[in-house]
C-alpha cells in the first residue's frame, strides 16, 4: 500500500508578555492581564481555529515545546492552492496569528469589545511542499507597536511552528455499507481493492468465532422486535484471500428510550470491535467500543462515543472520540489527539504508543483517522483516512475500517423509530 502525501502544520509553544513591565498592566496601556487572552490561527482556505494564550510573568520561562495548541494538515492541492497566488488574494499567502484580549460577546447588556494586541505573519514558501520535518519559527517575537514609545513592541508572543511529513492511507467504501461493498485505497485517480466488507442482520450459528459474544438468544419474537429494536447487525472485514480480519457488531440493541422514539444518551446502542487473537487461532479480541444516540435540537446530531478497550485491565476503557454528526447533512467522524484536547469537555489521552492500536512501536499523539460519512437517507459510501504510522500490514489498516462501517451504520440506527413505522405499515398496504 502506498500512502498519500500528507503535511501537519503545528502551532505551540504559545505564551504572551510584556517586556520590561510585565505586571504593571497601567504602565503599558494594555489591561492584558484583567481578562484572558485568546489568538485567532489563520491560513487560507481552513476554517480559523481559536485557541487561549497564557501568560508569562517571568522574563526567563520559556512555555513547554511539546505543547500544541494548533494543527493543520495539508494534502498536495492544499499546498498547491496555498503557493499560487488566487484572484481575490495578495500574491503570497500567510499563516496569520492575531492576538486578542478580552472575549466578544455582551455582559449585563452591554457590548464588550475584544482589543486586539498585535499579529504574527509567517508566509508560505516552497520549503512547504518539500516534505521534510522543518522548524519554521521558535522563539520570542513582538507584536503591536507601543504608542507611547513608538517603534517598541507592546507584547511579545512565543511560539514554535513546525512542518512534518505525516503520509495517510486513504480508503473508501464503493457502496453503502449494508450492500456488502468492496473498499478500495485511493492512489490518485487509482482504485486498488484492498477489502471486502460483509454486512449481515441475523443472527448468528454457534459454529462462529463472533457467536460467544453476542447476548441473548434467538426466539420468535425476533422479527416483531426489530420494529422497535436494531439489533443483530454485523460487519465483517476480509483481506483479498477471503479471510475475515476484522469484524464489528451490535452488543447493545438501538432501541427508543422511555417516551420518545429515538435512541437517547441515557441509552446509547454500543458496538464491539474486535480483530483476530494472535495467540488463538478461530479467536476474536476485542479492540473498541463504539456508542452512539441521537442528540434532539433545532437540527438533531448523531453522536458517536469511541473508547479504546486497554489490554491491561488496570487501565480501564480510554475515551478516544466523541463527535458530533449532522444527522441531515452527515459529517466526520475522527480520532485526533490534538483536535479532541482543544475542543472535547472531557479530556482525552494522546496514546503513549500505537501498540494502543494496532501493536506497533511508539508513536507520539495527533492524527489517528478520519470517516466522512453522509446523512440519513444518503448514499453513503464513506471515505477513510488513517495515519501511515499507525499500519504496518493490510490487518492493521482493517480495524479502522470495521470502525468505520460502525459510525455509518449507526447514523442508520439512530433513525426516529416512529418514522420507519410509517414507512413499514404503508408498504404493507
Not at 314 to 342: C, H, P, W, Y
Amino acid at each position: 500500500m502506498d500512502p498519500q502525501a500528507f503535511i501537519r502544520l503545528s502551532i505551540g509553544s504559545l505564551g504572551l508578555r510584556i517586556p520590561g513591565s510585565a505586571l504593571n498592566s497601567a504602565k503599558s496601556g494594555i489591561p492584558v492581564f484583567s481578562s484572558p487572552c485568546l489568538c485567532e490561527i489563520r491560513l487560507r482556505g481552513f476554517p480559523v481555529q481559536t485557541t487561549p494564550v497564557p501568560f508569562i510573568s517571568s522574563p526567563d520561562a520559556i512555555p513547554d515545546a511539546h505543547n500544541i495548541a494548533s494543527s493543520f494538515y495539508l494534502e498536495e492541492s492544499d499546498l498547491k492552492a496555498l503557493l499560487s497566488p488566487g484572484c481575490f488574494y495578495s500574491s503570497h499567502a500567510y499563516l496569520e496569528i492575531v492576538v486578542f484580549t478580552g472575549r466578544k460577546g455582551f455582559h449585563c447588556g452591554v457590548g464588550i469589545k475584544r482589543h486586539q494586541i498585535g499579529t504574527f505573519k509567517l508566509e508560505v514558501g516552497p520549503e512547504w511542499g518539500e516534505g521534510k520535518p522543518v522548524i519554521l519559527f521558535n522563539g520570542w517575537i513582538g507584536i503591536g507597536k507601543n504608542k507611547q514609545e513608538s517603534g517598541k513592541p507592546e507584547a511579545e508572543l512565543h511560539l514554535r511552528v513546525k512542518l512534518d511529513p505525516d503520509p495517510r492511507y486513504v480508503f473508501q467504501f464503493e457502496d453503502v455499507t449494508m450492500l456488502s461493498p468492496q473498499i478500495v485505497q485511493l492512489q490518485g485517480s487509482i482504485k486498488q481493492p484492498i477489502f471486502s466488507c460483509k454486512f449481515s442482520r441475523e443472527r448468528v450459528p454457534q459454529v462462529d468465532p463472533l457467536s460467544t459474544y453476542w447476548s441473548g438468544s434467538i426466539d420468535s419474537a425476533d422479527l416483531e422486535m426489530e420494529r422497535r429494536e436494531r439489533k443483530g447487525w454485523k460487519v465483517k472485514i476480509h483481506d483479498l484471500s477471503g479471510s475475515a480480519v476484522a469484524a464489528a457488531f451490535i452488543t447493545t440493541p438501538f432501541v427508543p428510550s422511555t417516551g420518545c422514539d429515538w435512541v437517547a444518551r441515557s441509552n446509547p446502542g454500543s458496538w464491539l470491535i474486535v480483530r483476530p487473537d494472535a495467540c488463538r487461532s478461530e479467536s476474536w479480541q476485542p479492540w473498541g467500543k463504539l456508542e452512539a444516540w441521537r442528540e434532539r435540537g433545532i437540527r438533531d446530531s448523531i453522536c458517536c462515543r469511541f473508547h479504546l478497550l486497554s489490554e491491561v485491565q488496570e487501565s480501564g476503557n480510554v475515551l478516544m472520540s466523541e463527535i458530533l454528526i449532522s444527522a441531515e447533512k452527515g459529517g466526520e467522524f475522527f480520532i485526533d489527539t490534538d483536535r479532541q484536547l482543544r475542543t472535547a469537555a472531557t479530556p482525552i489521552p494522546s496514546p503513549q504508543s500505537s501498540g494502543d492500536f494496532s501493536g506497533l512501536g511508539p508513536v507520539t499523539g495527533g492524527f489517528v483517522m478520519s470517516c466522512r460519512v453522509q446523512g440519513e437517507g444518503k448514499s453513503s459510501k464513506p471515505m477513510v483516512q488513517l495515519a501511515m504510522r499507525h499500519v504496518t500490514c493490510v490487518e492493521d489498516a482493517a480495524i479502522f475500517m470495521a470502525l468505520a462501517a460502525a459510525v455509518d451504520l449507526s447514523i442508520e440506527a439512530c433513525r426516529p423509530f416512529r418514522r420507519k413505522l410509517r414507512r413499514r405499515s404503508h408498504h404493507s398496504l
